[in-house]
């Protein structure tokens, strides 16, 4: 296990370690990010990040972002997602239209 400090534009430095699971079907963990609030209130057991927050006035785009950036290094540390928290870890990266 490794640990260490990342320099951003955030606020300085912030502490993550990688904990590789590794499994054969899936490189890498998979964020479901919902692009507006009503999906992701409908579907709020699979998705991971409400975007939707934005066009909802509720956060600014930087905010969101820095959001979205902190979720993407807990689970790069090692947080499960809504998906591998219910034990499921396959991705659909090749398929076409909506996939939730």
């Known amino acids: 296990m490794h ?6 534009n955030l ?3 912030i502490e993550y370690s990688f ?14 990010i919902a692009t507006n609030s009503q999906l992701a ?4 057991t699979w998705i991971d990040f409400n975007a939707g927050v934005v066009a ?7 905010e969101a972002g820095a959001d979205l950036y902190r979720l993407v290094l807990d689970v790069a540390s ?3 997602t809504k998906a591998e928290e219910k034990g499921f870890r396959e991705i659909s990266i090749f398929k076409d ?3 939730l």
């Open 56 to 62: 909802d006035g509720a956060c600014t785009l930087d």
């Open 3 to 8: 640990t260490h400090n990342i320099k951003t």
């Open 11 to 13: 606020s300085g430095e």
């Open 97 to 99: 239209g909506v996939v």
């Open 41 to 44: 209130e409908k579907k709020k």
């Open 78 to 80: 090692g947080k499960k």
């Open 19 to 32: 904990h590789p699971d590794v499994h054969p079907l899936t490189p890498a963990p998979t964020l479901k």
